[in-house]
């Protein structure tokens, strides 16, 4: 296993900043994962990290190592994209084997591992077979397996499930956490898909034009976001007014009964409690979302259980809608946000 540490790490294209003074230790063994929206910075910042680009500023180290000009063979990683990049002309066992066969080892060794490198991914027994003949997800583990049959000591994942359907998706997230888990191989991972970060990552970074917004544990970053783009971008976000400046609650923290046609008008949103209709209901199976247009003109979203008398509500209808202050989070301004999570990079 090794460590990541960047140090102030940067890159430009054409005069214009793509990566600004990032900051930043992966712990041995630590499923980390880069989360922005298209454009963020995300993609370049792996690609530094990778080799596949070098940094205007700033250093990259693995565990003591500085490989900051090192080219990509001579870093020791994996690399998985979502493309797969797999040799169509190949069977899956020359696709995994290739790695090997550029570092020259015997054929006894290529073999073994070959066949660790399937049972870990569920693959045994398609050795023989093209790609072709392979759906998406096997393909994926095909991509995953290659990846790490030489035994790398830092696993770099770019969006690799982002053409799966969703229910494909989600079971290659369990099988892609159990896999890194069982190898205990420092894992980094670069998405837009915000549940895929929160369901995977023992810590993620979340960045916007560049620069870092926060680096934190997913709890820590759903429930208590730097700042109003962290906020918005992980999820659906109520900020209400607090202590003369502005909070955040999730929907799924919102209380709503039901008062009836001719329900009396609640308190102000700047207090725990209000009252409004209901814009739109919108039945998702696992949740039912309430958009919820206050009396005073402000608007919340609600997640309330199927099974909830609340999930009975119609367009229409009048609600009262309450939160605890415990689950409203202060929000700091943006930049202020970037300091506290570049101030924080060094500690786990």
């Known amino acids: 296993m090794s460590s990541i540490r960047l140090e102030n790490l940067g890159k430009s294209y054409a005069g214009v900043q793509a990566v600004r003074g990032v900051d930043l230790t992966v712990a041995d063994g630590e499923f980390f994962t880069i989360l922005g929206p298209s454009g963020s910075g995300k993609t370049t910042l792996l690609t530094l990290i990778a080799g596949l680009a070098m940094p205007t500023e700033g250093r990259i180290l693995f565990g003591d190592r500085d490989v900051t000009h090192v080219p990509t063979v001579g ?7 979502q493309n797969y990049a797999l040799f169509p002309h190949m069977t899956v066992f020359d696709n995994v084997a290739f790695p090997l066969s550029v570092r020259k080892k015997k054929r006894a060794e290529i073999e073994d591992r070959v066949q660790e490198a399937l049972s870990l991914v569920r693959l045994t027994g398609f050795e023989k077979r093209k790609p072709s003949q392979m759906s998406g997800g096997q393909q994926q583990r095909v991509a995953l397996a290659r990846a790490i049959v030489f035994r790398p000591t830092i696993l770099l994942l770019d969006e690799p499930l982002g053409a799966l359907d969703r229910k494909l998706r989600e079971e290659l997230q369990v099988e892609l956490k159990e896999l890194q888990r069982s190898l205990r191989v420092t894992t ?8 895929e970060a929160l369901s995977l990552s023992d810590r993620l970074l979340v960045i916007d034009k560049g620069t870092v917004q926060q680096i934190a544990p997913p709890r820590e970053a759903y429930l208590r976001p730097a700042n109003s783009f962290v906020a918005d971008f992980l999820g659906i976000s109520n900020f209400v007014p607090l202590d003369g400046g502005k909070g955040v609650v999730r929907p799924e923290r919102l209380q709503v009964e039901l008062i009836g046609e001719h329900g009396s008008r609640g308190p102000s949103v700047t207090a725990p409690n209000a009252t409004g209709r209901v814009r739109e209901a919108v039945y998702l199976g696992q949740v039912v979302r309430l958009h919820v247009t206050l009396d005073d003109g402000g608007e919340l979203i609600a997640a309330v259980s199927p ?3 609340a999930a009975l509500a119609q367009s229409g209808d009048a609600v009262a809608v309450s939160w605890q ?3 409203v989070w202060p929000l700091e301004a943006t930049r202020s946000g970037a300091e506290a999570a570049r101030r924080a990079a060094f500690h786990k």
């Open 307 to 309: 099974a909830g008398p």
């Open 188 to 195: 980094l991972l670069v998405t837009h898909d915000q549940e």
């Open 325 to 327: 202050r415990e689950h």
């Open 75 to 81: 870093r020791g990683i994996g690399l998985v994209f």
